[in-house]
């Protein structure tokens, strides 16, 4: 649901399953004992599976709400992504939300996403006539299902919160039809708040759509090491996402030169190459007052919830320990 002005933003966390099983224990553990309101694990190509990372956490916690950030259709059956939430909300006893998007890097699967948002509509039909029981089928451009098929248990809930993540006006303005929560993953642009309000539309049902922005972070107390580790992290989304920031004009040149750098396997040289006024637009980065005082320009501007993503700082449990303990009470302080 969208936020009301008098109520405060939530901040959460975000994250690439890249660890050892045992570490996202005490990752969510952290993340919960500081207040964090959420941690979304990302669907990127080649990263674990991030429901089973959300398994791992729902068992070690108890108030935390924990997502998919987010499924693509292509590389899951909406059948598979039904019964991954369902299990996930079984398990985290009601906590889960899930997201849906068209998918990043998937040329390198040779995957056509040329119906991207009939896959995405078909895959919001199923997952929710199955949480909710409906045995009645459903036939669909893309994905279908059969009459009579259903879990073969009981759901926690009949609905699960609905995030469509996403850039492009079309599957924003598809997402104000049946969305709770719509976001722009790989940015840390206030201004992109207003801009997703306008894709959205000014419909009743849109404007209770919820606007979320996640983006890589890196906080330390030298604001100058934090800019040099946050660009290694940020030039891959920085590659797939400028491009598509119509709040911003963004060299041409500069993307081109940021994709050689990468294809070059030279991520660090890539970061290198981004203005620090551009890259704000992309990254959070700096002291805990400068990440705090980011995110609260992006809640003021109206954003449901702000994300912070790994590397969380110079190493990932020091940035975690600063964002629980520095950066977080700094933004419910002004909150207040």
Do not use: C, H
């Given at each position: 649901m969208a936020r009301?002005?008098?109520?405060?933003?939530?901040?959460?966390?975000?994250?690439?399953?890249?660890?050892?099983?045992?570490?996202?224990?005490?990752?969510?553990?952290?993340?919960?004992?500081?207040?964090?309101?959420?941690?979304?694990?990302?669907?990127d190509l080649m990263y674990q599976p991030p429901a089973m990372v959300l398994g791992t956490m729902a068992a070690a916690t108890t108030q935390i709400h924990l997502g998919v950030a987010a499924y693509s259709p292509w590389t899951h059956h909406p059948v598979e992504i039904?019964?991954?939430v369902a299990y996930l909300d079984l398990a985290s006893q009601g906590r889960a939300f899930y997201g849906l998007v068209r998918g990043a890097w998937l040329d390198?699967?040779?995957?056509?996403?040329?119906?991207?948002?009939?896959?995405?509509?078909?895959?919001?039909?199923?997952?929710?006539?199955?949480?909710?029981?409906?045995?009645?089928?459903?036939?669909?451009?893309?994905?279908?299902?059969?009459?009579?098929?259903?879990?073969?248990?009981?759901?926690?809930?009949?609905?699960?919160?609905?995030?469509?993540?996403t850039w492009s006006p079309r599957l924003a303005a598809y997402a104000a039809t049946c969305a709770d929560e719509l976001q722009a993953g790989g940015s840390a642009n206030p201004d992109m708040v207003a801009r997703l309000r306008e894709l959205l539309g000014p419909s009743q049902r849109a404007r209770e759509v919820g606007i979320c922005l996640n983006a890589v972070a890196v906080?330390?107390?030298?604001?100058?090491?934090?800019?040099?580790?946050?660009?290694?992290a940020c030039a891959p989304?920085?590659?797939?996402?400028?491009?598509?920031?119509?709040?911003?004009?963004?060299?041409?040149?500069?993307?081109q030169a940021v994709k050689n750098k990468l294809a070059q396997g030279?991520?660090?040289?890539?970061?290198?190459?981004?203005?620090?006024?551009?890259?704000?637009?992309?990254?959070?980065?700096?002291?805990?007052?400068d990440i705090a005082n980011h995110a609260l320009e992006i809640l003021?501007?109206?954003?449901?919830?702000?994300?912070?993503?790994?590397?969380?700082?110079?190493?990932?449990?020091?940035?975690?320990?600063?964002?629980?303990?520095?950066?977080?009470?700094?933004?419910?302080?002004?909150q207040n």
């Open positions: 009301d002005s008098a109520t405060p933003g939530q901040v959460g966390i975000g994250l690439a399953g890249s660890f050892p099983p045992a570490d996202y224990v005490s990752i969510a553990q952290v993340a919960e004992n500081a207040g964090f309101d959420a941690i979304t694990v990302f669907g039904a019964g991954q390198q699967l040779s995957i056509d996403q040329s119906r991207s948002i009939a896959a995405i509509d078909d895959t919001v039909q199923i997952v929710s006539r199955l949480l909710a029981g409906d045995t009645t089928g459903y036939t669909g451009e893309v994905y279908s299902l059969g009459e009579g098929l259903r879990l073969e248990y009981q759901p926690q809930r009949p609905k699960v919160t609905l995030l469509i993540g906080v330390d107390d030298d604001a100058t090491a934090a800019g040099r580790a946050v660009r290694a989304y920085f590659d797939v996402v400028a491009g598509l920031d119509t709040t911003l004009e963004v060299d041409p040149e500069l993307l030279d991520p660090a040289a890539a970061g290198q190459l981004i203005p620090d006024d551009i890259l704000r637009r992309f990254a959070f980065w700096g002291t805990a007052e003021d501007a109206g954003a449901l919830r702000v994300e912070f993503d790994t590397p969380f700082g110079l190493t990932t449990p020091e940035g975690l320990r600063k964002l629980a303990n520095e950066v977080l009470p700094r933004i419910r302080t002004m």
